[in-house]
T-cell receptor, first 109, second 111 residues
Framework: AQRVTQPEKLLSVFKGAPVELKCNYS??????LFWYVQYSRQRLQLLLR??SRESIKGFTADLNKGETSFHLKKPFAQEEDSAMYYC???????????FGQGTRLTINP | GAGVSQSPSNKVTEKGKDVELRCDPI?????LYWYRQSLGQGLEFLIY????????KSGLPSDRFSAERTGGSVSTLTIQRTQQEDSAVYLC?????????FGSGTQLSVL
């Protein structure tokens, strides 16, 4: 079964500080991992996916198969990063995308 | 249209009534998903349609919930005999190349 765990429901950091949003998953095969973000009064949208190995808005995420993790990181947080962040997993050959419970990130000035 | 469209944006109903929620996906997207977003529960998968294949209904919480997709385009999520615990935001998404595009959701309130 596919499962995604985001252990922190709320995370608050100061502007300019590093931020890390944790995501752990449970899946026996090779998954595809994603981070989605929902800013205030906006639609949920894709932030990044592990197969692209890209940095979006300064955020990066590395898939660690040994630790079954896909943590989202940014070295210097900005106030506009305040949002709800969801980690998601899609299994091999499967199209169903399973989401974690989400982490609400607040960047304090 | 420019994106995934959902209607109504808000729905208030009485316990025991049936409701229908509509989703218009992005043209050309063959995959369509329904999720439920509740406070403290995250995004709960409900159902997934892919082309002409049988839908993945594994996330529907009870037999009061059903969904259909007509002509591979518009989808309707129906909740029969609504209960207060059905109150949530219902999100629809369509997909191209694995990337999901979400609608703005329907806020359902069951009184």
């Amino acid at each position: 079964a596919q499962r995604v765990t985001q252990p922190e429901k709320l995370l608050s950091v100061f502007k300019g500080a590093p931020v890390e949003l944790k995501c752990n998953y449970s899946y026996s095969g090779s998954p595809e991992l994603f981070w989605y973000v929902q800013y205030s009064r906006q639609r949920l949208q894709l932030l990044l996916r592990h197969i692209s190995r890209e940095s979006i808005k300064g955020f990066t995420a590395d898939l660690n198969k040994g630790e079954t993790s896909f943590h989202l990181k940014k070295p210097f947080a900005q106030e506009e990063d305040s949002a709800m962040y969801y980690c998601a997993l899609k299994g091999q050959g499967a199209q169903k995308l399973v989401f974690g419970q989400g982490t609400r990130l607040t960047i304090n000035p | 249209g420019a994106g995934v469209s959902q209607s109504p944006s808000n729905k208030v109903t009485e316990k025991g009534k049936d409701v229908e929620l509509r989703c218009d996906p992005i043209s050309g997207h063959t995959a369509l998903y329904w999720y439920r977003q509740s406070l403290g529960q995250g995004l709960e998968f409900l159902i997934y349609f892919q082309g002409n294949s049988a839908p993945d209904k594994s996330g529907l919480p009870s037999d009061r919930f059903s969904a259909e997709r007509t002509g591979g385009s518009v989808s309707t999520l129906t909740i029969q005999r609504t209960q207060q615990e059905d109150s949530a935001v219902y999100l629809c998404a369509s997909s191209l190349a694995g990337k999901l595009f979400f609608g703005s959701g329907t806020q359902l309130s069951v009184l």
